[in-house]
């Protein structure tokens, strides 16, 4: 059975920095690209990062651009997002998913595989 499990989310303050983890089990994401999405209450999920199979490639959401770096660890079959900086319009539940393509997309439709989120909230 395929499990993405996401961890690291927490409340924080503005201006704070945080690092999530998704650890992907029952198969190998080496040759699959990785994303993260995100939603916040009341709103559609959004594409925040997406990273290529060999993490050379990476695309950002103009909103968190400069702020957010993701990265990967085939060994580990783990995927991360550093977030910087830190802002109360970053508040959500953060979800990492796992393409069916090797190349990085935005795009929801290439996503098959998902997790449950993990909660970040940033007080002002």
């Known amino acids: 059975q395929v499990q993405l499990v996401e961890s690291g989310g927490k409340l924080v303050q503005a201006g704070d920095s945080l690092r999530l983890s998704c650890a992907a089990s029952?198969?190998?994401?080496?040759?699959?690209?990785m994303g993260w999405f995100r939603q916040a209450p009341g709103k559609e999920r959004e594409f925040v990062a997406t990273?290529?199979?060999?993490?050379?490639?990476?695309y950002y959401a103009d909103s968190v651009k400069g702020r957010f770096t993701i990265s990967r660890d085939n060994a580990k079959n783990t995927v991360y997002l550093q977030m910087n900086s830190l802002e109360p319009g970053d508040t959500a539940v953060y979800i990492c998913?796992?393409?069916?393509?090797?190349?990085?997309?935005?795009?929801?439709?290439?996503?098959?595989?998902w997790g449950q989120g993990t909660q970040v909230t940033v007080s002002s």
């Open positions: 029952g198969r190998t994401f080496s040759s699959n690209a």
């Open positions: 998913a796992a393409s069916h393509a090797a190349g990085a997309s935005s795009r929801r439709g290439t996503y098959d595989y």
């Open positions: 990273i290529g199979w060999s993490g050379d490639i990476t």
